[in-house]
C-alpha cells in the first residue's frame, strides 16, 4: 500500500468519523480503483468527473419541475407570496452557487484543502452539533475566508 492509498484511506476514515458519506463514498471509490489496479482511469477521471458530477446535481434540483411537483404558479407564488422567505431563498442559492464555484477553484488549485475541510466537519459535527454540508460550498467559504485573510494581512 502506497502513500496515495493511506491518504485515501485517512480521508475514507475521517469522512465516516465526521459523518459526511460523500467524502468517505468518493475516498473508497478511488481507493478501490487504486487497490483493484485502475489507477490508471485516473486521469479521464479526473478531467470529466467534476462537469459530469454536477450535471447530475442539476439534474437532481430540475426533477422536482420535470415531474410536476413544483409548477410555474407555484415558482412564481414563491416571490409574490413568499415575501421573506422567498427572497431569503433566492439569496441563499445565489451565495451557494458563487461559493460552489470558488470552492471548485480552490480544490482545484489546492487539493490538500480538503483536508482540512473533513477536520472542521469533523469538529463541527463531534463538538457543535453540526451536520455535514456539501464540500463545494465549504471549499468556497475557505476560499473567502482566505481572501479576507489576505486582505488583513496586506491592511486593505
Not at 490538500?112 to 463538538?127: D, E, K, N, S, Y
Not at 457543535?128 to 465549504?138: D, E, K, M, R, S
Amino acid at each position: 500500500m502506497g502513500q496515495p492509498d493511506l491518504v485515501l484511506l485517512a480521508i475514507l476514515g475521517l469522512g465516516a468519523l465526521g459523518r459526511n458519506p460523500l467524502v468517505t463514498a468518493a475516498a473508497g471509490i478511488l481507493l478501490l480503483l487504486r487497490l483493484l489496479g485502475l489507477a490508471s482511469l485516473l486521469p479521464s477521471l479526473e478531467q470529466h468527473a467534476m462537469s459530469l458530477g454536477l450535471i447530475l446535481l442539476i439534474v437532481a434540483v430540475l426533477i422536482p419541475f420535470a415531474d410536476g411537483q413544483v409548477t410555474l404558479q407555484q415558482t412564481v407564488q414563491s416571490f409574490t407570496r413568499g415575501g421573506l422567505a422567498g427572497y431569503a431563498g433566492l439569496v441563499a442559492g445565489f451565495v451557494a452557487a458563487v461559493l460552489g464555484a470558488r470552492g471548485i477553484v480552490l480544490l482545484e488549485q489546492n487539493p490538500h484543502v480538503i483536508i482540512g475541510l473533513i477536520f472542521g466537519t469533523l469538529v463541527g459535527v463531534a463538538f457543535f452539533q453540526g451536520i455535514p454540508v456539501g464540500p463545494l460550498t465549504a471549499a468556497g467559504f475557505a476560499a473567502v475566508l482566505m481572501e479576507l485573510l489576505s486582505l488583513l494581512r496586506r491592511g486593505f
